[in-house]
């Protein structure tokens, strides 16, 4: 590059930091575009090395990490408590309320503090390469929600695996993305595989992105307060338990989102009184 292109690049680059400062606008869609560039390349990146351990949990590690140091960089902070209740040595169906993309930040947090994790995705999400064949790598399982025997026959071989191998299984019981201030309700899916396991139900709440409006193009900085909540144990529970056990699973969970989504905005507040009176 001569030097008046590096010039002119790196003027582009002052004038696009100036202008996230400044506009709330700019910074939303800067934000946007570096967050699906770095989720893409740190996924992708690491293939050659993901091949020689296919279908292994920890090959998501470097993506996880990465994101991790993303969300440090774009001034969100992710408080993880209540550690001592993820139950050691065994499958879980995780339970997580799904809210934006930024889930991504909250399911690398986990990832990195569970082992042998999992997810379930849509089979079109496989066909998205390279990201697919990533997500394949790293063990994601893929469901066709268009054929309902399908999707069936691999909801019940995931009860088995999440027995057999001691998965931990992160699943979005609300079915699709919710931004309210209450939980939708829950899907039958991760009840049936957690009865079926007959393994414990673990839930994780998250504070609501207060600091994220897709309608206001707001993109700020923020505190996100990750909750692990006491398992909930299916031992001894078949298919007729199902309803009971879905209500109280949304009980505590619905509960526990309110409380820490306060939380999260009292933190801030206090965040920035502190910036504050140290900027006087």
Not at 206 to 224: E, N
Request: net charge positive.
């Amino acid at each position: 590059m001569s030097a008046m292109g590096t010039l002119d690049a790196l003027a582009a680059f002052v004038l696009l930091m100036v202008l996230c400062s400044t506009s709330r606008v700019v910074r939303y869609y800067a934000k946007w575009t570096v967050f699906v560039v770095w989720s893409t390349l740190s996924a992708c990146l690491p293939i050659p090395l993901m091949l020689l351990k296919p279908l292994d949990w920890r090959n998501a590690l470097f993506p996880a990490r990465s994101l991790r140091v993303l969300s440090r960089v774009f001034g969100v902070r992710m408080e993880v408590s209540g550690m001592e209740n993820i139950v050691p040595d065994s499958g879980s169906v995780v339970l997580v309320n799904h809210q934006s993309l930024l889930d991504l930040h909250v399911l690398a947090e986990l990832w990195v503090r569970m082992d042998r994790c999992a997810v379930i995705s849509k089979r079109e999400i496989f066909w998205l390469w390279p990201f697919g064949l990533a997500a394949w790598l790293w063990g994601t399982i893929f469901i066709d929600r268009l054929n309902p025997e399908k999707a069936q026959s691999t909801v019940n071989s995931t009860g088995e695996r999440v027995r057999r191998q001691k998965t931990r299984l992160l699943l979005f019981p609300e079915g699709t993305r919710n931004e309210g201030p209450d939980l939708l309700p829950f899907k039958k899916g991760a009840f049936h595989v957690a009865i079926a396991s007959q393994t414990n139900i673990q839930p994780v709440v998250v504070s609501r992105y207060h600091f994220l409006d897709y309608k206001q193009s707001r993109y700020d900085s923020g505190t996100v307060v990750i909750k692990i909540l006491p398992a909930i144990s299916t031992e001894g529970l078949n298919k007729d338990d199902l309803a009971e056990l879905l209500d109280r699973t949304y009980r505590i969970m619905q509960e526990e989102y309110k409380r820490v989504s306060e939380e999260a905005v009292k933190r801030d507040n206090v965040n920035l009184k502190e910036r504050e009176l140290a900027s006087k």
